[in-house]
């Protein structure tokens, strides 16, 4: 009945755990929720007052399909400072979020026959949107490397088919960020073999001292013009609802991605538009450094308890908000008497018997892991972590 297209669709495994947490905490089971993919902190007053603003002034109808023009000055400025090359306001489009701002990519660069590159773990997202363009993702194991793309293994995987790679830093589920020689590595590849860079930079805002980040476009400036950029204001200003993200590459593909998406969606909400106008304002950076205050505090707590635990090992992570545990070590054994035979087992005994949710690592096309977010209250982290840590105590 339904087409056939949805069949390279599979439920983001970050949602479904979600909505089971959610479930389980309005039956009044005093689950802990480590699978949320946002900050529980509330966005910034300016941001609430500009949006409150914008109703009074009645901005109420469509704005250009790509955003008004503000935003996109704001933001090709932005990038323009970040990279140290000029953006115009044409080469950015407002996107609902960075989601469609990575499917709008995918459907106007990718088809059949090509094949695209994706780092793995991933963000559970870019395969399937991959899939859906008609190309063929292909994964670049980066276990062995301490989540670092190791270029000899990458070398190895290109091909004529070769149309892009799917960089993430920092990365969604393992919170690596990349090294500058990675990222010159991959530039000088992409230029030698033609393929594109979708460079998804969600979370270049919270970067953990004493770690640095950088743009793949700064470091090497010729590859601005095979180079997506690809960001959101949902996880700096703690607006994931808000649905505001935008996609930053050659104009005749923001121009493509225009046509694209005025038969999608057009703009992105008027009111969400001029809001995140108010985080661009210099008071905005004090509310970042607050969050990611909290955000490192939270992992140092987190780290602190897990480095008690046996058999879980971790590498750690230099930005974003995950946690991804290795757990290798315990698949295979048991928990009162139930065989935790593979990653899924594990996560539902976690929630079951510890009352905690994480997101198994086989959507992130890794099985042996959990993703864990510490973006929750300091005291959920703490309890959370002890509740793990007395059931693995029971695993033998
Ligand atoms: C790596 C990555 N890219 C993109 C997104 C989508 O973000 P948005 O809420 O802006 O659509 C997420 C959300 O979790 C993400 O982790």
């Known amino acids: 009945m339904l087409a056939n297209r949805m069949q390279l669709i599979t439920e983001a495994s970050t949602s479904a755990m979600r909505n089971k947490a959610k479930q389980l905490k309005e039956e009044g089971i005093p689950v802990i929720n480590f699978a949320a993919g946002e900050l529980d902190i509330d966005t910034s007053n300016e941001i609430k007052l500009a949006a409150k603003e914008a109703i009074d002034q009645g901005y109420n109808k469509y704005t250009d399909t790509l955003g008004i023009h503000q935003l996109r000055t704001l933001i090709a400025e932005r990038i323009?400072?970040?990279?140290?090359?000029?953006?115009?306001?044409?080469?950015?489009?407002?996107?609902?979020?960075?989601?469609?701002?990575?499917?709008?990519?995918?459907?106007?660069?990718?088809?059949?026959?090509?094949e695209v590159i994706i780092p793995s773990p991933y963000w559970v997202t870019f395969p399937i949107q991959v899939k859906l363009s008609g190309a063929t993702p292909v994964f670049l194991d980066t276990e062995k490397f301490d989540y670092q793309i190791n270029i000899e293994e990458l070398k190895k995987l290109i091909s004529s088919k070769t149309k892009a790679i799917i960089i993430n830093s920092p990365n969604n589920p393992t919170g690596i960020v990349y090294s500058n020689e990675t990222l010159e590595n991959i530039a000088k590849l992409a230029i030698e073999h033609n393929f594109w860079i979708i460079f998804d930079e969600c979370y270049n805002k919270l970067i953990h001292m004493p770690h640095e980040y950088n743009?793949?476009?700064?470091?090497?400036?010729?590859?601005?013009?095979?180079?997506?950029l690809i960001n959101s204001f949902s996880k700096a200003c703690a607006l994931t609802g808000w649905r505001v993200g935008y996609v930053c590459g050659p104009q005749p593909v923001i121009k493509a991605v225009q046509k694209l998406q005025g038969h999608m969606t057009s703009n992105v909400c008027s009111i969400s538009q001029y809001a995140v106008l108010a985080s661009f304002d210099g008071s905005h950076i004090g509310f970042i450094e607050k969050v990611k205050k909290t955000l490192k505090n939270r992992l140092d707590i987190a780290l602190q308890i897990i480095n008690t635990m046996e058999n879980v090992s971790y590498i750690e992570p230099q930005g974003a908000f995950y946690l991804f545990l290795n757990m290798q070590k315990i698949l295979g054994k048991y928990y009162n008497n139930i065989l935790i035979s593979d990653i899924s087992v594990l996560t539902r005994l976690l929630l079951e018997e510890a009352q905690i949710a994480v997101v198994s690592g086989d959507g992130f096309g890794s099985p042996i892991g959990i993703r864990l977010s510490y973006a929750i209250a300091t005291e959920d982290v703490r309890n959370g972590l002890y509740n793990l840590k007395r059931f693995l105590e029971k695993v033998s």
């Open 80 to 114: 323009s400072k970040e990279t140290e090359v000029t953006y115009l306001k044409e080469e950015v489009g407002v996107t609902v979020g960075a989601k469609q701002a990575l499917f709008n990519t995918a459907m106007v660069l990718f088809e059949e026959g090509d």
């Open 215 to 228: 743009n793949i476009v700064k470091l090497v400036k010729e590859v601005k013009e095979r180079t997506i």
